[in-house]
């Protein structure tokens, strides 16, 4: 499809630079998720953005590999690291029109805000949600919500 090479809208990557990527097209809200798979994969909650996977152009990719989340509850779901570095990137719902990128390899300002929180039946104990924004027991119910 037809990009506006010299625009991004949003540019990221990993810590040791091995995974590169830029977005043209619009980013959504960031989803803070509370389950149990996203605390493994990066160590804490999982604060993912989404976007259409046709408008994830990946710049440099020779760090990235993709583990098949077979615990995740979607079906088909590849998480995608750093195998340099280790940093966590992308959840991955294969099939499905939107790729989940974690907020925080997003290169600054990314002009995000927080919308909600999903998973808060996974929750663990170490931590305390004190902000006012949305929280599910489970999944946001929009389907169509790449990370959801
Ligand atoms: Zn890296
Ligand atoms: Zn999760």
Known sequence: MEREKSNPSATGGC??????????????????????????????????????RELLVLTEESGLKWYRSIQDETPDVYRGFCKECGSSLFWDPRGKERISVAAGSIDPPTGLNTERH????????????????????????????GKA
């Not at 097209?25 to 803070?32: K, S």
């Not at 149990?36 to 160590?43: E, I, L, M, P, V």
């Open 15 to 52: 810590l040791c630079g091995k995974v590169r990527y830029e977005i043209v097209g619009e980013l959504m809200p960031v989803i803070n998720c509370h389950c149990s798979k996203c605390r493994r994969f990066h160590g804490h909650v999982g604060a993912y953005t989404a976007t259409r």
């Open 118 to 145: 999903v998973w808060l039946s996974q929750k663990t104990d170490y931590y305390t949600i004190t902000d006012d924004l949305p929280c599910h027991e489970e999944r946001l119910a929009r389907a169509d919500r």
